[in-house]
C-alpha cells in the first residue's frame, strides 16, 4: 500500500503526537513538581539538576541509535516498547521513595523517550508528503506544544491538593491510550535499503563525551570550577575537557568510517544542507534557553514569589493559550509568509517574551501571565516550522537519521540548558544571599547555615525560613531577594541564547513552496562526500 494514501494515517498521526506529548509534557511536569519533590525526598540541589538533565542527557546519547534501529527493525515496533517502558518508568518515578531510585528511573524514562521520539518524525515523513505533511507537522507541533504546557497544571494541580508522585503516574493511562491507536493504527515502517550493523565505537564516544559534558556542568555547583571547598582540585574541568575530547574523537571516527564505507552512528554530511544545519544550530539554541527557563521559572516562583505548585501551573497554561492559538493559524500564516519567516518570527515572540520576564521579574501575575502568553504564541510558531525546515531537504531515505539527529540537538541542548542556566541560578541565589545576609550583619555561623539551606534546596527552603519564626523573617526576605536577582540574571541569558537562534535563522536558504518538487538533495549530499 501507499503509505501517503493510507487510510488511517490521521489516527496514526494521533498516536504519534500523543506519545511524544508524554515524553515532552513530562519534563514540564517535573519543573512544576520539583521544589515539592525537593522538600518532600530531601533532594540536594545537584539531585535536582540531575532529575532533569539526566533524562535529557540520556535521551539525546540513545537517539541517533534508536533511529537507526527504528529504521533497521521497525519505526512502530521502537515506538510501542518506548512507550511502554516509559510508563512502566513513569511508575517506578512516581513510587520513588529516595533520590538514587528516583534519578535512575528518571535515566530508564530517557531511554524510552530516545526510542519514541525518532520513531515518531519518520513515521510521518513516511506516511505525509506536500500540504499534508505541512498540517501533519502543524497538528503534530500545536498537540506537543500544548501538552507540554498543559501538563504542568496537572502537574501543579496534583502536586498540590493529591501527591506529586501522581504527576508522574498520569503517564500510564495516557501511554495506555497512546500504545492502543498505534498498535491498531500506525503502519510499520523500515529503511529496506539501510545496510545492517550498529556503530559501536561511534555509539560509546557520542555517549561518553556528552555525558561527561553535562557531569561537568552540572556538578560545578558541588565541586567548584577549580578548585574544591578544602583545596584541592576540582573534577570538572577535567570532565569538561575529556567530553569535548571524546567528542572531537567521534567527529573524526565517524568521518573515517564514512570514508571506509563502513556503518556510521550518524551521517554528519547532513550538515552540508543548509536548511539542516542552520536550523540544527536554532534548534540547539532555542532549547536551552527555552528548558533552561522551563527548569528555573518554577522554582523562583515556588521558593521566592509566594505561588504553590497549583498557581504556578495556572501560570503556565497562560503558554499553552498562546501555542494553541498560535498553532492553530500556522498553517495559513506560512502559506502566507513562508516558513523561514514564520520561524524566525516565532522565535522573535520568544525572545521579546523572556527578556520582559528578565525586565520585569518580580511582576503582578498578569504581567507574568502575558510573558508566558507571549512566549507560547513564539513556540507554537516556531517550533513545528523549524522541525519541518530541518528535514524539508533531508533525502527520504535518510529521513531517519536525520530525525533522530535533530532531535538529538535539541536535547542536547536541553540537558545543557538544565545545567547551564540551573548552575547559573545556583551559584548566583547562593552567592547573593551569602552577601546579602553578611551585609545585613548575620553572625557567620548562622548564615553558613542559612546559606547551606537555601542552596542545597534551590530556594525552596525560603517559605520555611519565613515561618520558622521572627528571627529568621529578616533572612527569608533576604534570600527572596537574591533568589529574584539569581532569576532576573538567568532569564535575561535565557533570552539573550534565543536571539542567538534567532540570527542562525538568518542564514537558512529560501524554503521552497510544499507544492514544488523536491529539490535534488541526494545529489547534493553525494557532492559533500556523505
Partial sequence: MNLHAHPNRWLALAAVALGTSLVIMDA??????????????GLTATDAEWMNAVYSLVFASLMLTSGRLGDLYGRKTMFLGGVALFGLSSLVVGSAPAAAVLIGARLVQGIGAAMVLPATLSSINALFTGRERAISFAVYGSTIGGMAAVGPLLGGWLATDVSWRWAFWLNI???????????????ETRDPHLRRGIDIPGTLLATLGLGALV????????????TQADGSASPVPFALAGGLVLLAVFTGVERRREAADKVVLAHLGLFAIPTFRYGSIAALVVALGEFGLLFTLPLVLQGAMGYDALGTGWLILSLA???FLASGVVPQVTRRLGQRAVVRTGLGMEAVAVG???????APAWQLAACLFLYGAGVGFATAQ???????DVPRKLSGEASGLQT???????ALGVALLGGLLISTLTTGTDQRLADAGVPDVARTRIVDAVHSSVGAAIPGL???????????????DAMIEAARITTGVAAIVLVVGLLATLALPRIRHHDEPEPHAEVALERADL
Fill in 408 to 414: 538529538t540537538v535539541r536535547q542536547i541542548g536541553s
Fill in 466 to 480: 519565613a515561618e520558622a519564626g521572627p528571627q529568621f523573617a529578616q533572612a527569608a526576605t533576604l534570600a527572596s
Fill in 386 to 392: 523549524l522541525t519541518s525546515v530541518i528535514l524539508v
Fill in 356 to 362: 520582559a520576564l528578565a525586565w520585569l521579574l518580580p
Fill in 28 to 41: 514540564t511536569i517535573a519543573n512544576v513538581a520539583l521544589p515539592v519533590v525537593i522538600g518532600d525526598l
Fill in 173 to 187: 493511562p495516557f501511554g495506555l491510550i497512546a500504545l492502543v491507536l498505534a498498535w491498531r493504527f500506525l503502519p
Fill in 321 to 323: 493559550v498562546g501555542t
Fill in 215 to 226: 557531569f561537568g556542568l552540572i556538578e560545578a555547583t558541588s565541586y567548584g570550577w577549580w
